[in-house]
Each structure stands twice: as structure tokens, then as C-alpha cells.
């Protein structure tokens, strides 16, 4: 029997969340979002009470049925000057006359039992310790104050419950692997999420903090005596450290699988990530990518069976949809769209068809996963934010509609190219002049090819539509400064001046 008041795996999807039975997983999940609604969101959450109050619960019986709440986004969530409180509009706050009144009778004789043998005190905590937050998470909006999110002891147990099946999923199969982190110390999911792997799985484990904290020098020497099987961080930082490991001799052979959050995990990083741990010694590496999000307040994961198996998610927490961004419309499996998340259970902070503003290139899949077997439904791991696409004033008359994302692709996957870094800003630093994008670039050790420059110009004019004003080539030393590859929590890779030009702000 749980403990009262925490999170425990029941019912049949919790109890085999990677085999779901693909013939009624639709209805399951369904169930479970009706029950959410009826005994959480409705009776405790301040904005969802009043938004659904005309919606019919029992209606909602297919997923197609889900239009039928609507949509949220961060604008919905995130606090501004005028209303600094806004996110705790998005907690549950139960008192005692909203709980009675979900309670089934077998729940109230069961909290009567407990007040009359241990006091009504005891009523109070167990509550407590499921509703009553007690940790928070911050989003990093450059445009928006930071939003957080709050978490219960519940939550925590679902997070935890997270990074056990995250482990399951990448085989973490031996209490002898061993795991490291680079991420940086922060209030922020990815930290925590890590923490919950090694935790859930009992596997030894070590916060370095990144290169902010620990130094990349002190990380190399704690791979090197550790030797970790399984490593994770941010893609440019282990990156970074990983280059500087091999360039310095070091032995990270014992390293199997890198689990990377927090940016794109391209095609290309893969290769040449798995390309460097391989002449380094490991054996069979395997480079995979990790989704999380703030609001979510969990991770999921791609297995390490095979290349892009897409994220894995579990069944009995979450509902996934991808829909078309431009009409709200959920489009067919396998077709691109924007990822729209529920929650299936949860406590503290909760979110309702949160859209994402992360494109799934390729969708969603509920076919069996080719590599590990799991019926669990999967969306692709080709995500582009669509907030990185910008407008860019070429000229006096008109803007340009820019995808950065093609940009920073074609610029991490190069062999040519060891770090990079985009700087947008006005033309002689004016306000009312045109738009510039300069690229600089520095190349791996001991190389120099003539023309470069112009194959970048020429190569992000192709793909993207826009030519650089200026591309130049910098030592990486001075490079890693401008990222902020060692003080940051994360590097700097596309820095947008225009709205300083002149000293405004």
C-alpha cells in the first residue's frame, strides 16, 4: 500500500505503460482524462473552473473530442507588470468543502477512519503532502518574465517515477552504470529530471553543474576517475567537452550512451558526436535527445536502440496531439504540425492542450517502435521551435519571413565547422536601417580552408534565402568567450541586437 498523499503507478496503463494495448488506448486514455477533470481540474483549478464550465466531461469520449477545450499557450500562463500573479491561477487550490465533495463514500469513510484513530491533524497533512506545493520550476523567456512552476510532493513522486522509465528506455540495466551530468545547477527541469534517473534507478550519479560550476578541466578529470557510462547535458557544452577531452589525450572510452536536452539534437551533432567517442575508444556509443518543458514538469526520452525513434511517451500521464499551427486542426499521424501537451494526472501547476511552439517534423506515430518493441505513442525528434523563425527588414520596403532553424542546422552539422554563432542587429547600429545576420565561425584545430567564407555565404543563402552581411572566422578561444561556453547557462548561439540599436532597449 502507498504512502498517503504520494503518487503510486495504478491502474492497467500505469502498470504496463510501454505495452499499451493499442486497440483501447484511445478509450484509456479518455477515461482518465473524464476522471482528471471530475475529481482535479474542475473542483480546484481557479481558471480552468470558469473556462470549461460549459464543456460536457462526458462528451468527451475520442480524441477528436479534444477540440472541444480550448487551447492554452504561454501567453495564458506567463505573468506581465500588470499581473505578476498569473500563474498561480494555474495551481490547484482544494479547501475542505471542494474535497468533500469529490470524495467517493469510500474515500470519506476511509479520511473519517483516519481522523478518529491519528486526529484531524493527520487529515490535514495527508492533503498537504498531495496538494500543497513545495518546489517550482522557472521558464527562461527572453521576451517574458520568468514563469514558474509549481510542484507537490505528488509531483515529485511522478517526476521521479519519470526518470525511472527515462533509464528503462535508454537500458539503464546495471547498478554498476554510472551516470554524469553537466547540465547547470538551476531551477529548471532538466536539472531536476536527471536528478529523478538517478535516483528511481539507484545508478550513481554526479551533478558537476556544468562548466560554470565544476570547470570543464575538473569534469574531464571526473569522467576520466569515474567512468561513467552514460553522460548528459546540453548539446553545445558536451559537445565542447568532449572535442577538448580527446584533443587533450583523455580516456572517455567507458562512456555508452549520451542523453542530450535543451536544443536541437540534429542528424549531423549525432554523427560527429558518435564519431569522436568512437576514436576515443567507446564502443557502439549512442547519441539520443531528450524532450522537456516546463510546463510539462517532465521529460521523455528516445530509446537507444535505434537512430531517431522518436519520444517516447507514457500513456497513463500525458496526451499528446499535433495539430495544424496555423488552424488548430489535429492533422493525421505521421503529418508535421505543432505538439500539443495535456496532462493525464498531476498536482500543483496544470496546463490544459498547451501548445508548444515545437514543430514535429513527421508527427506523431502509434505504431510500435521499430528499435525497442514499446506500443507507447511517439512523435518525432526533428523539432523546430516556430518562434525561430524571424522577421528580417533586408530592405526598406519590405521584411522576410527568416527560419533560423535551417541556419543553425546547416551550421552545426558541418564537418567544416567546429563552433559558430549568429548575430542579428541594424546596419551601422540604427534603429530605422535594414536588417543584418553576420556569422562567425571558428574551424577545427589545425585547419584552414581558403574560400570558406563564401561556401558559408553562398551554402545559408541557398538553404535559407537570406546571404549574410558578413561571415568571419575567429579563434576558438575568443569564440567560446562570445558563447558564454563556461558562464552561461547556456550557450549563446543566435544573439539579437536590433532592439538595442541606437541605445534603445
Known amino acids: 500500500m502507498g504512502m498517503p498523499g504520494r503518487y503510486q503507478p495504478r491502474g492497467e496503463l500505469a502498470r504496463n505503460w510501454g505495452q499499451p494495448d493499442r486497440n483501447r488506448l484511445e478509450s484509456m486514455q479518455m477515461a482518465l482524462l473524464r476522471q482528471h477533470l471530475r475529481k482535479k481540474i474542475m473542483p480546484f483549478h481557479p481558471h480552468y473552473r470558469k473556462m470549461l464550465a460549459d ?131 538551476a531551477p529548471h527541469l532538466a536539472f531536476w529530471q536527471v ?56 580516456d572517455l572510452s567507458s562512456i555508452e550512451v549520451v542523453f542530450l536536452g535543451g536544443d536541437r539534437v540534429t542528424v549531423g551533432y549525432r554523427e560527429k558526436l558518435e564519431s569522436m567517442l568512437r576514436e576515443n575508444g567507446s564502443n557502439n556509443p549512442k547519441v539520443t535527445s531528450v524532450l522537456g518543458f516546463t510546463e510539462s514538469k517532465k521529460c521523455w526520452i528516445e530509446c537507444s536502440g535505434g537512430r531517431e525513434t522518436g519520444f517516447h511517451t507514457y500513456p497513463d500521464l500525458d496526451l499528446f496531439e499535433v495539430v495544424d499551427p496555423e488552424t488548430g486542426e489535429p492533422v493525421p499521424d505521421g503529418t508535421t504540425g505543432e505538439l500539443v501537451y495535456t496532462p493525464l494526472d ?20 502509434r505504431e510500435p517502435c521499430p528499435a525497442c518493441g514499446r506500443t507507447v505513442p511517439r512523435f518525432s525528434s526533428d523539432l523546430s521551435r516556430a518562434s525561430n523563425q524571424t522577421d528580417m527588414s533586408l530592405t526598406k520596403i519590405k521584411g522576410t519571413l527568416v527560419n533560423l532553424n535551417i541556419i543553425t542546422d546547416l551550421l552545426t552539422d558541418s564537418e567544416r565547422i567546429d563552433e559558430w554563432q549568429v548575430v542579428l542587429s541594424k546596419r551601422n547600429d540604427d534603429p530605422l536601417e535594414v536588417d543584418e545576420m553576420g556569422i562567425s565561425i571558428s574551424l577545427p584545430e589545425g585547419k584552414r580552408e581558403e574560400g570558406i567564407e563564401e561556401w558559408i555565404a553562398n551554402t545559408v543563402q541557398h538553404a535559407a534565402e537570406v546571404r549574410p552581411s558578413t561571415v568571419e572566422i575567429i579563434p576558438r578561444s575568443e569564440m567560446l568567450d562570445r558563447l558564454g561556453m563556461e558562464t552561461q547557462l547556456k550557450e549563446q548561439r543566435i544573439v539579437d541586437l536590433r532592439k538595442q540599436a541606437g541605445g534603445s532597449q
Open 55 to 185: 464543456v460536457d466531461i462526458d462528451s468527451l469520449q475520442s480524441y477528436d473530442d479534444m477540440k472541444r477545450i480550448p487551447f492554452s499557450s504561454k501567453s495564458d500562463i506567463a505573468p506581465t507588470a500588470d499581473a505578476p500573479d498569473r500563474p498561480k491561477n494555474f495551481v490547484l487550490q482544494p479547501d475542505q468543502d471542494s474535497i468533500r465533495k469529490v470524495l467517493s463514500p469510500m474515500q470519506k469513510a476511509a479520511m473519517m477512519w483516519t481522523a478518529l484513530r491519528h486526529g484531524k491533524e493527520e487529515v490535514r497533512k495527508r492533503l498537504g503532502t498531495e496538494y500543497r506545493p513545495v518546489q517550482a520550476f522557472f521558464t527562461t523567456g527572453r521576451t517574458a518574465l520568468p514563469t514558474s512552476f509549481f510542484l507537490s510532493r505528488y509531483d515529485l513522486d511522478i517526476l521521479q517515477e519519470c526518470g525511472k522509465r527515462m533509464g528503462e528506455v535508454i537500458g539503464i540495466a546495471s547498478k554498476e552504470d554510472r551516470l554524469v551530468s553537466v547540465f547547470p545547477y
Open 195 to 250: 536528478h529523478g534517473v538517478g535516483l528511481a534507478n539507484e545508478i550513481f550519479t554526479l551533478h558537476t553543474g556544468g562548466g560554470r560550476a565544476m570547470g570543464t578541466e575538473g569534469i574531464l578529470r571526473a569522467l576520466e576517475k569515474m567512468r561513467p557510462s552514460h553522460l548528459t547535458g546540453i548539446p553545445g557544452y558536451v559537445y565542447h567537452l568532449i572535442r577538448q577531452g580527446i584533443e587533450e589525450g583523455r
Open 346 to 365: 498531476g498536482r500543483g501547476s496544470l496546463i490544459l492542450r498547451y501548445r508548444t511552439g515545437d514543430l514535429v517534423n513527421g508527427g506523431m506515430t
